[in-house]
């Protein structure tokens, strides 16, 4: 079975500029994550799909993310304009259905973002 | 809302000695406790949740944890650890949707 898979797998930008993230959950997945972990602590919830629908994105900083997952199937994440503090390897994950208990997420490698 | 404090941001051991990460959460809801393990350049995995029933949880790989309501802990062990146990942990808490993550724990283990 194929993971979660996200590219690319590592970006350099300078501040100000524009960047995305792709990613691809498992197939038949109908959720779909992103964290944000920056160096030094535990990944951050930012977005929350329930197939191309947001079910919480109360983490967001709506300003400069977006995100969308068009079909319900893959997501990009961008960022724009990016700033230092955005330094932080994004991760997407993603479960069969809407996260409960009994919900195993499965997480890809992540995408290394450094803002200089 | 919960959260969740690891009190180790890193702890180092020698190969075949036993391990203990400490995880503390608060919660006015009852939760639902997991760890994960992150290897080197790679994605996160689950070791093992606490839903309900019995205290002691057994993970892949040998590790247990043991929920205590009453200390609010969910430390994560292992009677004998390996080299390639070396990786980061974390200890996440979910009232039943999204995970909130501790900052990890870098556990060394070194021959």
């Known amino acids: 079975e194929a993971g979660v898979a996200q590219s690319p797998r590592y970006k350099i930008i300078e501040k100000r500029q524009s960047v995305a993230f792709w990613c691809n959950p498992i197939?038949?997945?109908?959720?779909l994550y992103w964290y944000q972990q920056i160096l030094g602590q535990g990944p951050k919830l930012l977005i929350q799909?329930?197939?191309?629908?947001?079910?919480?994105d109360s983490q967001l900083p709506k300003d400069r993310f977006s995100a969308e997952r068009l079909k319900g199937v893959d997501s990009t994440l961008k960022i724009q304009p990016a700033k230092l503090e955005d330094s932080a390897v994004y991760l997407c994950a993603s479960s069969l259905r809407l996260s409960g208990a009994n919900e195993k997420l499965f997480f890809g490698s992540g995408t290394q973002l450094s803002v200089l | 809302a919960q959260s969740v404090t690891q009190l180790d941001s890193q702890v180092p051991v020698f190969e075949e000695a036993p391990v203990e990460l400490r995880c503390n959460y608060s919660?006015?809801?009852?939760?639902?406790l997991f760890w994960y393990v992150q290897y080197p350049n790679q994605g996160l995995q689950l070791l093992l949740k606490y839903l309900s029933g019995s205290t002691l949880v057994k993970g892949i790989n040998g590790f247990e944890a043991e929920f205590n309501k009453s200390q609010t802990s969910f430390h994560l062990r292992k009677p004998s650890v390996h080299i390639s146990d070396t990786a980061e942990y974390f200890c996440a808490v979910s009232s039943g949707y999204a995970l909130n993550f501790g900052k990890g724990t870098s556990l060394l283990v070194t021959p």
């Open positions: 799909f329930q197939n191309n629908g947001v079910v919480d």
């Open positions: 919660s006015s809801v009852s939760v639902y």
């Open positions: 197939s038949g997945h109908a959720t």
